[in-house]
């Protein structure tokens, strides 16, 4: 984003720059201007391609130990768990660490919610991180399913299931996709190649994440658009990489817990029990980051239906640019936002709870009315506040509220013309 | 090129090109699709026979068939009585108990859920028949879904008694 044109100083530099301008492009991430009021809520960018690298790091290692076959998967993990050198680690960072992965996208995504961040000029950016996010679910599925524990088995049958709800080719996607008449060791095999590509895909859409994100530059916790660079932006290096390490340690801290001192919390003991097809635990439940889209399914007493709620709650998050139709970004300027936004959160904490539960009585109803809200605030409140909503003055820069005036001289003169 | 359309000969090149570079893509592309099919060897275990003359009235056993449960159930008379008195559109899916076992003695069945492939549980649930755990499908003594998620009844495969201790599935 930097305007100036850079030269490499050492001679070989200006010869390779010439030829392939990687030094142009280190360039310009290091010197990429930043607003400098980004708060902690902004690390987690850092943090999430931290998570990606070290899954991959881990996930290579294991599957050099590991056979996806159904007969040898099981004691595979267990001989990974037992006799390789470290393999306890390795197995319970990878474990944990889609559990933390899914933790700091969890937060990223709602940051984005709060600040507006998927707003117009950002739209592309959002929508390639809801693909980021849909992909990461399916992996973490696959992955889970790698195991050949009781629940990794019972969750195979119970997602792939879902497509028997299609019409009339239901039966025959379900047969394609199990390679056979139920799962087994050939679902297994493919899951586990599948399981390896898509962090790959993943990384690809990572960098093209980030492509979109320096051309419009970050948006920032009041939400106006600043002129970079300026007295409003930073370089990114040294200083939004020192904050975003300083980040990283504090979260490292919070996995290491998980890894060392309960690296089974997040887990189901009866992952521990091999496969068996002839015998469903009695209480299956997903993962718990899957758990809020599980309890939408499970509301809806139609199984088609069932199938068209759990994925349209997916859907209409890459709509919601369109469906959030207020100019203001940032929650900070708009009070009655701010308060369906905590309504939201709280929804998606019941969702997962109730989720968690078995789907009767009480759980059942809450988990309806939680849906019917889910489903409310994107498609009604949403686009309602857009045009009611009396939202308070923006400042027209960073430095405004302190100093007045603004570096966006286009900021400067519409606010005159008002 | 102002004067009026006409079809040209390049025209019908391109249209016709394009054709046949589908069909070639296409066939080139089904391989690669339909090796995730169940392949030969997996359609080659599709049946099995099991020895049902241990099983008491009341008592019933599941079998591994295609990488599925199969309950074999020999029925009690109240089991089949209240199967059969049940009004057909009382029913979500409705089928007679009849056509469902041909020997009233004795169901056959899948058991598998038909809401998303869990095994229910037996003797259990408010019909007296099934209750899947997953997701709370509740079956009756004939094993057609009553109550719950479930879309229909529990399966009926392929089946014949080969002697009168004997079944062979598929």
Redesign the interface.
């Known amino acids: 984003m930097s305007d100036h044109e850079y030269t490499p100083n050492s001679k070989f530099g200006k010869w390779f720059n010439d030829r392939l301008p990687l030094l142009t492009l280190s360039n310009h991430l290091s010197d990429y201007p930043t607003p400098k009021n980004l708060n902690y809520w902004w690390t987690f960018g850092g943090i999430l391609t931290f998570c990606l690298i070290a899954q991959i790091i881990t996930g290579i290692i294991l599957a050099m130990h590991y056979v996806a076959q159904a007969d040898l998967a099981f004691e595979s993990v267990e001989h990974i768990m037992r006799d390789v050198n470290y393999g306890w680690l390795i197995r319970y960072f990878h474990a944990n660490g889609s559990s933390m992965f899914f933790l700091a996208v969890y937060i990223h995504i709602f940051r984005s919610l709060y600040y507006g961040s998927h707003k117009s000029p950002r739209e592309v950016i959002w929508i390639i991180g809801m693909i980021i996010y849909f992909l990461m679910m399916m992996t973490a599925f696959m992955g889970y399913v790698l195991p050949w524990g009781q629940m990794s088995f019972w969750a195979a049958t119970v997602i792939t299931n879902l497509f028997s709800a299609v019409p009339f080719i239901g039966e025959g996607i379900t047969n394609w996709l199990w390679g056979g008449f139920a799962v087994d060791s050939p679902t297994l095999t493919r899951f586990y190649a599948l399981h390896y590509l898509f962090p790959f895909l993943i990384l690809g859409l990572v960098i093209l994440h980030i492509w979109a994100l320096h051309i419009p530059g970050n948006n920032n916790p009041i939400g106006i658009d600043i002129k970079s660079p300026s007295k409003d932006t930073v370089p990114f290096h040294p200083y939004i990489v020192v904050k975003d390490l300083f980040a990283l340690l504090i979260f490292l801290i919070i996995f290491a817990f998980f890894v060392f001192y309960s690296p089974n919390l997040l887990g189901h003991p009866d992952n521990y029990i091999e496969a068996n097809p002839m015998v469903t635990p009695n209480h299956i439940v997903p993962e718990w980051y899957l758990l809020p889209f599980y309890a939408i399914l499970r509301s809806i007493p139609d199984k088609l239906f069932g199938v068209i709620a759990m994925f349209a709650s997916i859907f209409v998050l890459v709509i919601l640019p369109w469906l959030d139709t207020s100019k203001v970004r940032s929650a900070i300027f708009r009070p009655l936002y701010k308060q369906f936004y905590w309504f939201l959160v709280a929804d998606v904490l019941i969702l997962g709870y109730v989720g968690a539960m078995p789907a009767e009585g009480l759980y059942l109803l809450v988990a309806r009315v939680a849906t019917a809200y889910y489903f409310i605030h994107f498609l009604i409140i949403l686009p309602v506040l857009g045009q009611k909503e009396k939202t308070l003055e923006v400042p027209l820069s960073l430095t405004d509220p302190v100093l007045g005036g603004s570096t966006n001289d286009s900021l400067m003169s519409e606010q005159k013309k008002n | 090129m102002s004067e009026e359309k006409k079809t040209k000969r390049r025209d019908f090149i391109f249209t016709a090109s394009y054709a046949l570079g589908a069909v070639g893509v296409g066939a080139t592309v089904w391989p690669l ?1 339909d090796q ?4 030969a060897s ?1 359609k080659a275990l599709a049946t099995t026979e099991v020895d049902v003359s241990t099983i008491e009235r009341g008592q019933s056993i ?1 079998v ?1 068939w ?4 199969v309950f074999i159930r020999r029925r009690t008379e109240e089991e089949i009585a209240k199967a059969r008195e049940v009004d057909l559109k009382e029913l979500k899916h409705p089928e007679k108990d009849e056509d469902r076992a041909r020997n009233p003695e004795w169901l056959v069945m899948l058991g598998v859920c038909t ?6 549980l037996g003797d259990k649930g408010e019909y007296g028949g099934w209750f ?5 499908s509740h079956y009756d003594t004939s094993g057609r879904i009553r109550k ?4 229909t009844n529990m399966e009926i495969p392929k089946y014949e008694f080969v002697n009168s201790n004997t079944i062979k599935i598929g």
């Open positions: 699709i995730m099919n169940p392949d997996v599941s591994l295609r990488g599925k449960p809401h998303l492939g869990c095994v229910p899947c755990p997953c997701h709370g719950g998620p479930a879309p």
